[in-house]
């Protein structure tokens, strides 16, 4: 993957963003006139985020979340509703939420654990835009080893030394004490592993945060796969780091993203209502 942030061809958001007129590629996140403008762009993106999850198979009863910070108001994320499927979920439906836990639009039931994790997480990270988490298979498997993921393949790398495991399992987050303690496992890494439960990513735009959750959900699946077959060759430090360079950035993991959703958007029916 060649490193955006870095590649002297890309170097510029002018230069991006005039290959992108060229090529109808997207090479740079967008940018908006207005706020409300971006609200309902992120709206959008968020319900068709929940698409994609439902369709790679990360629902899991009422369990799993996405949230993405307002931009008009920073102490605010929207959040899919309690109980709502992800192969379902429209624009309209998402609940508008403080950092206290008042809902300030939508009508439908607020997910407990969303809210006591996620506050948190936005309250602890002004930079976090999204922070994606869901029962996955491979990711709530990987997480009861209670381990790091290991370097062993090039995806793996964009988690290099940045991100972490929260050992301290105490059932379902049903209290911000909790998911403040979640907040500081996760410092200012991309990623936690929590230990018996599953996957947090967050990211600087939410096609990172649900990029990088595809990727390290994947990562767990390869890590599973390869120790049960044998013992793994671990990438040097050096080289694992460098790799990170390249494929784990933020503007990295926006641009991984965007096959993902153009596939959304050319397949997915009426998430945008």
Known sequence: MTDLETDPILSSRTERAQMRSERGVDFAPPTFETVAEERQYLKEKLAGCFRLFGRLGFGEGVAGHITVRDPGKPDHFWVNPFGMSFRRIRASDLLLVSHEGDIVEGSLPLNAAAFAIHSQIHAARPDVVAAAHSHSIYGKTFSSLGQPLLPITQDACAFFDDHAVHHDFGGVVADVAYGKSLAATLGDRKALIHQNHGLITVGETLDA??????????????????????????IDDETAAHTRGQVGSMLAGWFSFQPLWQDICDTELGFRE
């Open 209 to 234: 945060a649900v990029w990088f959750f595809v990727t390290m959900e994947r990562s767990c699946q390869a890590q599973l796969l390869a120790q049960a077959a044998g013992t793994p060759i671990v």
